[in-house]
């Protein structure tokens, strides 16, 4: 029972493109969701959030978008870096209980120069 | 500061050994917690802990054993390993507050199981 789903494995993105990496979830009751960035042999490192009564959250070049209705969320990237070449969590919790991050799958994010 | 520290980084068990993976954080957090991440799984939630002396269980804690009793560290054991606890466990803590909960995670432990 996957509640937080992440169906791209892998995005190819163009060095200074949009990079958009889709998240869909199940539960009704998430409230916070996160985006977690992850380089190889090192553990993920947060990158941005967004609570449930906002649609949308900025931060530099990295944007969050929420659609609670379809239970969606977006991460847009812009301009797309070759350091943003990583593997990116999205995640989400209840507004209780502050241990029930439930992580998805993950979407490894390549830039090509 | 070092965050989070997780020891040893690598490791290799024969089925039925059993093993201690130990992390240590300075950042005086309430919470702390230990995932697996596996291919195709995303990470999962084994045990978590929500303050000195409290543990409790996350999505798959069989198997596993966890242990708080300095606020700083949190212990996760093996008593019988098998090959389907070959993973990487990551262990992560934060703040006990409302809101996003950032979690801080540590570098990440590889462990195999032959």
């Known amino acids: 029972d996957q509640q937080v789903k992440q169906n791209s494995p892998s995005l190819s993105v163009q060095e200074g493109r949009i990079s958009i990496l889709n998240c869909d979830y199940t539960?009704?009751?998430?409230?916070?969701f996160l985006w977690y960035k992850k380089y190889p042999a090192e553990g993920p490192t947060f990158l941005i959030s967004i609570s449930s009564i906002k649609d949308k959250n900025e931060d530099g070049r990295f944007t969050v978008f929420l659609n609670k209705s379809a239970k969606h969320l977006s991460l847009h990237i812009v301009p797309s870096q070759p350091g943003d070449s990583a593997v990116y969590f999205c995640?989400?919790?209840?507004?209780?209980?502050?241990?029930?991050?439930?992580f998805g799958t993950g979407t490894r994010l390549t830039i090509i120069p | 500061n070092a965050g989070v520290t997780q020891t040893p980084k690598f490791r290799v068990l024969k089925t039925g050994q059993s093993m201690t993976l130990l992390c240590a954080q300075d950042?005086?957090?309430?919470?702390m917690y230990w995932y697996r991440q596996d291919p195709g799984m995303g990470l999962r939630l084994i045990h978590y802990s929500v303050g000195e002396g409290t543990t409790a269980k996350g999505e798959v804690p069989d198997g596993y054993n966890v242990s708080r009793l300095k606020k700083q560290n949190f212990l996760l054991g093996l008593e019988s390993a098998a090959p389907s606890q070959t993973s990487v466990y990551f262990c992560?803590?934060?703040?006990?507050?409302?809101?996003?909960?950032?979690?801080?995670f540590g570098a990440g432990s590889r462990l195999t199981v032959l």
């Open positions: 995640a989400a919790r209840p507004n209780f209980g502050n241990e029930k991050l439930t």
């Open positions: 950042m005086n957090h309430e919470y």
């Open positions: 539960n009704s009751m998430f409230d916070y």
């Open positions: 992560a803590s934060s703040y006990a507050s409302s809101g996003a909960n950032v979690l801080t």
